[in-house]
């Protein structure tokens, strides 16, 4: 970590800018980064308001900061503040990084490509396979564009049959069209269509809040449809594992949970902001 005396007149600033924001690993993980480089840079964490985000993201400009994270609530409202999209955000509809290129903000989704490298680390390869991924939210959406992208077979998507249903449906339409990739929205009441679904899947993600602290004892999907050889990818990283996690790994199944994707979504906006590789073995030594 960049101690006090070494921040000079050349120091860059990164943000993480989100509400709450005191509680996130990013600063950490991103200072050690900068640290072992020798990269001239400090991140440190905002808690900005909505009403504040577009003269936050104007700052960035007028700062010349390298860029920032955003997490909640302003991954979808930054989209209007930035001059230019990747092509895997314009279709998540979300933000999570901002790179200035002198004066110009782009606005970056790195949650897939963090989901895709965590399960690299594991030696999973979906490319070409069937998975399932339960929940239709935010991460959900930047997981599945990532994976369709990359050249996931095809994609079942689960989600409770709630007042939201419609807008993931329409949402899934469009990633399908944007990637040619088929994606099917079924609900999680419709136990028959479910069970055919994993029964197919090469995956099974989790990527609903279901399982996170404080409700540690419930699980997002029936127990019955868990095997020996379906690979079990929970987001959740509070707790380490979930109770999803837990069963697949007592029916012999392969589990992973979202620490990996939560390290490489960072490691994504390093690179883009530094040009250079995060050092993820050093950072995972010292941070989780
Ligand atoms: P979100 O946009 O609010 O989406 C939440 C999803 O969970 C929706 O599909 C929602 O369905 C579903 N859900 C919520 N409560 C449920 C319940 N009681 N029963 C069934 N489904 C329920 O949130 P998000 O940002 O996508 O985050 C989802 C999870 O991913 C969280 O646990 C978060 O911590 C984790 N995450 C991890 C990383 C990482 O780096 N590892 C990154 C981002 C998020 P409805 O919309 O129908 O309510």
Known sequence: MKSIEEISGQTRLVGFYANPARHSLSPKMHNLSFSK???????????????????????????????????????????????????????????????????????????????????????????????????????????????????????????????????????????????????????LEDQPLVYQAVNKSQLLVNATSVGMYPNVDELPIDKEVLRADLPVYDAIYHPRETKLLKVAAAKGALTINGLGMLLHQGAAAFKLWTNQEMPVDYVKEHLF
Request: proline share 3%; hydrophobic share 45%.
């Open 37 to 187: 480089l020798g990269i001239d840079a400090v991140y440190l964490a905002f808690e900005v308001t909505k009403e504040a985000l577009p003269t936050q993201i104007q700052a960035i400009r007028n700062m010349q900061m390298l860029g920032v994270n955003l997490s909640m609530p302003h991954k979808v409202a930054a989209l209007d503040y930035v001059d230019e999209l990747s092509p895997a955000a314009k279709i998540i509809g979300a933000i999570n990084t901002i790179v200035n290129h002198e004066g110009k903000l782009i606005g970056h989704n790195t949650d897939g490509i963090g989901f895709i490298a965590s399960l690299a680390e594991n030696q999973i390869d979906i490319i070409g396979q069937t998975m399932t991924i339960i929940g239709a939210g935010g991460a959900a959406t930047a997981m599945i564009t990532q994976a369709a992208l990359d050249g996931v077979k095809q994609i079942y998507v689960l989600n409770r049959p709630s007042a939201h249903f419609k807008t993931y449906q329409e949402k899934i339409q469009a990633i399908m069209q944007a990637t040619n990739c088929p994606i099917e929205l079924i609900s």
